[in-house]
């Protein structure tokens, strides 16, 4: 698989609120919350293709009020940048995909006086955990992180009840998708942000057969 096959996928797990395929792009709005579900991804390395369809691009984030920020993975990397540099546009930041077999990793560490569990709903509490842990998602946020028909939403608990960290987990076309964790700060450097991975991937083999994880 290349790397746009496997961010086609992961653009699945992250999901916009409009996703509308056009010609060699997938344009994504989300109304402005994170620039991946704000963005545009190219679906093919035709530079030539791709260009051609900047208007539809330009037109489709003008319609919906926002800048027009584009993903650009390496398969169609080089010469994409090239050429949208030469139109005005600057380079923002630059993400790493780590990727996996969840076979790997399965095996979940014991942590005496915490209890761990994955849920299908994402509730008001996790969601509540999620923002003090991690950033602050408003209602924008909110529904895009619970806008999967395959998700799972990890939590650890304290022996008082309070949650100390927590982790997503979503499965799309065979592939795990992993995304917004985060640990107490008390309760960091101990392991834990490992075990919830860990616990997220085991999760997906056993409920969906998963193999694979980015």
Same mark, same amino acid.
Request: charged share 25%.
């Given at each position: 698989?290349?790397?746009?096959?496997?961010?086609?996928?992961?653009?699945?797990?992250?999901?916009?609120?409009?996703?509308?395929?056009?010609?060699?792009?997938?344009?994504?709005?989300?109304?402005?919350?994170?620039?991946?579900?704000?963005?545009?991804?190219?679906?093919?390395?035709?530079?030539?293709?791709?260009?051609?369809?900047?208007?539809?691009?330009?037109?489709?984030?003008?319609?919906?009020?926002?800048?027009?920020?584009?993903?650009?993975?390496?398969?169609?990397?080089?010469?994409?940048?090239?050429?949208?540099? $030469? @139109?005005?546009?600057?380079?923002? +930041?630059?993400? %790493?995909?780590? *990727?996996? &077999?969840?076979?790997?990793?399965?095996? !979940?560490?014991?942590?005496?006086?915490?209890?761990?569990?994955?849920?299908?709903?994402?509730?008001?509490?996790?969601?509540?955990?999620?923002? $003090? @842990?991690?950033?602050?998602?408003? +209602?924008?946020? %909110?529904?895009? *992180?619970? &806008?999967?028909?395959?998700?799972?939403? !990890?939590?650890?608990?304290?022996?008082?009840?309070?949650?100390?960290?927590?982790?997503?987990?979503?499965?799309?076309?065979?592939?795990?998708?992993?995304?917004?964790?985060?640990?107490?700060?008390?309760? %960091?450097?101990?392991?834990?942000?490992?075990?919830?991975?860990?616990?997220?991937?085991?999760?997906?083999?056993?409920?969906?057969?998963?193999?694979?994880?980015?």
């Amino acid at each position: 698989m290349d790397e746009l096959q496997l961010q086609r996928i992961a653009s699945l797990g992250w999901r916009a609120d409009i996703a509308e395929e056009c010609g060699p792009w997938l344009l994504r709005s989300n109304s402005g919350f994170t620039n991946r579900a704000n963005s545009a991804l190219p679906l093919t390395a035709d530079v030539e293709r791709l260009v051609a369809f900047l208007p539809d691009v330009y037109d489709f984030y003008g319609r919906h009020g926002l800048p027009i920020r584009f993903q650009v993975p390496l398969d169609a990397g080089e010469l994409l940048d090239e050429r949208l540099s $030469r @139109l005005g546009f600057i380079a923002e +930041s630059r993400t %790493r995909v780590f *990727v996996s &077999r969840t076979t790997d990793t399965v095996a !979940a560490n014991t942590f005496i006086g915490l209890e761990m569990g994955i849920s299908v709903e994402c509730s008001p509490e996790w969601l509540d955990a999620c923002e $003090r @842990l991690a950033r602050p998602l408003g +209602s924008v946020g %909110r529904a895009l *992180v619970a &806008r999967h028909p395959r998700a799972g939403f !990890a939590e650890v608990r304290n022996p008082d009840g309070d949650i100390v960290a927590v982790g997503r987990v979503v499965v799309d076309s065979g592939w795990v998708g992993l995304s917004t964790a985060a640990v107490r700060p008390d309760y %960091r450097r101990k392991g834990l942000g490992l075990a919830v991975i860990r616990a997220r991937l085991g999760w997906a083999a056993q409920i969906y057969g998963a193999r694979n994880a980015y």
